[in-house]
């Protein structure tokens, strides 16, 4: 179990150093998670983008980008094709999103021809650390996937369990979130919930799946003391698992803008991780980013 964004980066400065390969790298805040990960030995970085650019912000930075590998790329077309590129011949273990809009991005990933797919569907975790929620919250999948169906829920729901599991998780709980906890038939949310969480298939992760259940019920152990509701691992997620993009979206929003949530953002289910996050997020999350896609590269 994960408690903190600062044992993410605990845990990747303990391993080898890694390699991301960063598409669309003239962006400041992104050259700064960078360096701070050069700095203390997470990982290199190859930055793909307008080169003048890029060297004029490193110096800037006060950085020599003469020590850095730079690969000139103008359009967002050609910055997300080059570092995928980086990561299919085996030049980088991941790849992270820079000042670059995330339809770009994942058209090069999911190119038949040259991208990085590997099965049907790829999905978007956001790990948040919430002051006063006592471990790490994910939320999924508010970046990618707008309105999944109950098929694809599910392997939204497998990615996140697979990719925790690889983080060493020995127990993992999880919520379908919705309005409420009583099953209305004519809200697919809801019956898509109470089928997700019958399958027998989770198991296999030693997951606990709720569902339907409110955000209150599933994250808050005195609102199920208050409301009477058990459910297995109802009050303590590890995993939020939402209905559709915007739901997930304007949550994790919500947390960082609202709450002061520190967070980082991955997409799973490529053959290597996707860091994710929005391009207004802080140096600090594209850095907590990249430590995460380490772990899980």
């Known amino acids: 179990m994960l408690h903190s964004m600062q044992e993410i980066l605990d845990r990747a400065k303990a391993m080898p ?17 960078v360096m701070m990960a050069k700095e203390m030995g997470v990982a290199e970085a190859t930055l793909v983008g307008r080169q003048a650019q890029i ?6 930075l006060g950085a020599d980008p003469e020590a850095f590998a730079i690969i000139d790329a103008e359009t967002d077309a050609d910055c997300a094709a080059k570092a995928v590129a980086c990561v299919r011949e085996g030049g980088a273990n991941c790849i992270l999103k820079g ?14 021809e040259t991208g990085i797919r590997k099965g049907a569907l790829l999905s978007h975790m956001m790990f948040y650390e919430v002051p006063g929620y006592p471990k790490l919250l994910v939320n999924t999948d508010g970046g990618l996937n707008t309105a999944p ?3 694809q829920k599910e392997v939204i729901l497998e990615n996140a369990a ?3 599991q690889k983080l060493g998780y020995e127990k993992i709980c999880a919520s379908c979130i919705c ?11 809801m019956t898509d919930a109470q089928a997700l969480a019958a399958m027998d298939k989770w198991a296999q992760y030693n997951m606990e799946v709720a569902g339907p259940i409110s955000l209150d019920l599933a994250v ?3 609102a199920c003391a208050h409301k009477h509701f058990t459910a297995p691992g109802a009050g303590e997620a590890d995993i939020l698992l939402v209905p559709t993009y915007e739901v997930g979206n304007a949550m994790g929003k919500a947390l960082t803008l609202f709450a002061g949530a520190k967070n980082a953002g991955i997409v799973v289910g490529a053959k290597a991780p996707i860091l994710l996050v929005s391009r ?18």
Do not use: F, W, Y
């Open 99 to 112: 000042l670059i809009g995330t339809g770009d991005l994942m058209r090069a990933v999911l190119n038949r």
């Open 149 to 151: 169906t109950l098929e």
């Open 179 to 189: 309005g409420a906890e009583v099953v209305n038939p004519k809200i697919v949310a």
């Open 55 to 60: 060297e004029a912000m490193l110096a800037d």
């Open 280 to 297: 207004a997020d802080t140096a600090e999350a594209k850095l907590a980013s990249i430590a995460l896609g380490c772990l899980l590269g």
């Open 220 to 222: 808050s152990p005195a």
């Open 17 to 33: 150093e890694r390699s991301v390969a960063v598409a669309a790298a003239h962006d400041r805040e992104v050259l700064e998670a």
């Open 162 to 164: 697979q990719a925790l």
